[in-house]
């Protein structure tokens, strides 16, 4: 009997070669989307010690959903679940060396023990970019637009997408004037995060138990469904207005249901979501004003945000907006047409490799239509051809395997006429 798979570790993906192209794809387009608006790439380890991660990032992450153990030392070690800390203590440990403002992004993965669910793995990637060393909402403004022009760049409109933009400064002050003891606001902002995870009737409860009277329960619910709230917010009319100079006003919606579930944020919160509201969150960030000076260094206030690459995925499948990629990285299949012409067949393969073409080359003469076919199901867009003829007048035929079409050329005019064209990446 055959031994059994090994089975993988439940919420992690294999990323075979068709996964994987469009990881790379994704990732291609943060890093052209980050560069554009001047943003460096930087990356931090995916191990750090809990006791990062307790300063600031809440109960949930840090309890019931890090992968935590401790090393040979003894010491309490969790792989990632996300960056904004990691950021900091690298902002912190070179604060007097750095220019400000900080424009940094990255892209790598991250772990977070959740129920796996639609959009929700155990091991994941998020792209970070993040802003630091400036306060003005012009700076938030820039973050939020980045995000939008990130979605243009994937070919989602403001119709299918929006960016639901709050600020937990302007919630503290309402909750205030709720009469809410500012020393239990955290247990209130949660509260507003799980909303759209309960049912009415289990929320309201919850609101009950946190000691909310009836009256002060129905204006929280007014004002959570007041969506011109944010007119009372300097940053957030400020915020709107840079979104409308960076041309991306349309993506932008006031919500004032968004608080985030981390606890580190203090002004701008925001979250990316798909406008049927079909899926989680696409994306979330915000501002957050102590997290540096919280792991060490002084008070230095950031804003950015994170986005999965699987909710992204599932999303541009669900509007049939996937990139048709082909893992293949050839460009050209070198035919063996028969053995006793290997020599040759490697020789012209290097050739065009070294003028920069991908070139793969068939291992052993076979038929010709089985090396065809081959071609066609790796989706290698040519196939060059060089036979005993061919060798004799100095040609080789190169096949276009979507038009069909094949035509002789030199070594020197196929060289000329494949760096010529646009290879499908
Ligand atoms: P977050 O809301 O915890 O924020 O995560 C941001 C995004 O990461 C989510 O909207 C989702 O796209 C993705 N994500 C989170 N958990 C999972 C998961 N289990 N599986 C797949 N994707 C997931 C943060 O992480 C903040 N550090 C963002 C930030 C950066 N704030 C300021 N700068």
Redesign the pocket.
């Known amino acids: 009997m055959a031994t059994q798979t090994i089975q993988p570790v439940k919420g992690t993906r294999d990323f075979y070669p068709d996964l994987m192209a469009f990881r790379t794809w994704l990732y291609d387009k943060v890093r052209v989307v980050s560069r554009r608006f001047g943003y460096e790439e930087y990356e931090a380890p995916m191990l750090e010690r809990l006791e990062l991660y307790a300063a600031k990032s809440g109960e949930e ?1 840090v309890k019931e959903q890090s992968y935590v153990f401790a090393d040979r030392g003894g010491d309490e070690i969790t792989l990632r679940p ?3 800390p990691s ?1 900091a203590r690298m902002i912190a440990q070179r604060q007097g060396e750095l220019v400000l403002p900080v424009r940094w992004f990255s892209f790598g993965p ?1 772990w ?1 023990y ?1 129920r796996p669910q639609r ?4 091991e ?1 990637f ?1 792209w ?1 970019i ?1 802003l630091l060393g400036a306060e003005t909402p012009a700076a938030d403004g820039e973050i939020v637009s980045i995000s939008a022009e990130f979605f243009r760049t994937l070919g989602l409109s403001s119709s299918e997408v929006a960016i639901h933009v709050n600020s937990r400064r302007l919630m503290e002050r309402k909750l205030d004037e709720i009469g809410v003891d500012p020393a239990r606001r955290v247990e209130f902002l949660h509260l507003i995060d799980r909303r759209d995870r309960l049912s009415p009737d289990k929320w309201r409860e919850w609101a009950r138990d946190l000691g909310l009277a009836q009256a002060q329960l129905d204006r929280l619910e007014a004002l959570l469904a007041d969506h011109d709230l944010w007119q009372e917010s300097d940053e957030l009319r400020q915020v709107f207005d840079t979104a409308q100079a960076f041309g991306v006003r349309d993506y932008l919606v006031y919500d004032a249901g968004i608080v ?3 606890d580190y ?1 203090t002004g701008v919160v925001f ?2 979501h798909d406008r049927e509201d079909f899926f ?7 501002r ?1 004003d102590n997290l540096v000076g919280d792991v060490g260094g002084d008070r230095l206030s ?10 992204v995925e599932l999303l541009l499948e669900r509007l049939g907006k996937l990139p048709d990629l082909r893992p293949t990285p050839s460009d050209v299949l070198v035919i063996l047409f028969d053995e006793e012409l290997y020599g040759p067949t490697v020789a012209l393969a290097s050739r065009l490799r070294a003028a920069g073409i991908n070139a793969e080359q068939v291992l052993e003469a076979g038929r010709l239509g089985k090396q065809l076919r081959y071609a066609d199901r790796k989706g290698i867009p040519y196939v060059a051809i060089l036979g005993p003829d061919e060798l004799a007048a100095g040609h080789i035929v190169l096949k276009n395997m979507s038009t069909g079409e094949q035509e002789a050329y030199t070594e020197k005019a196929l060289i000329e006429h494949m760096q010529s064209r646009e290879f499908v990446p």
Request: charged residues 25%; aromatic residues 16%; glycine residues 22%.
């Open positions: 992450l996300e960056l904004t950021l991250f977070r959740e959009g929700r793995s155990r994941f998020q970070n993040d985030r579930g981390l944020y979250e990316g989680r969150a696409l994306f979330g960030g915000g957050y950031g804003v950015g945000f994170a986005m999965g690459d699987v909710i």
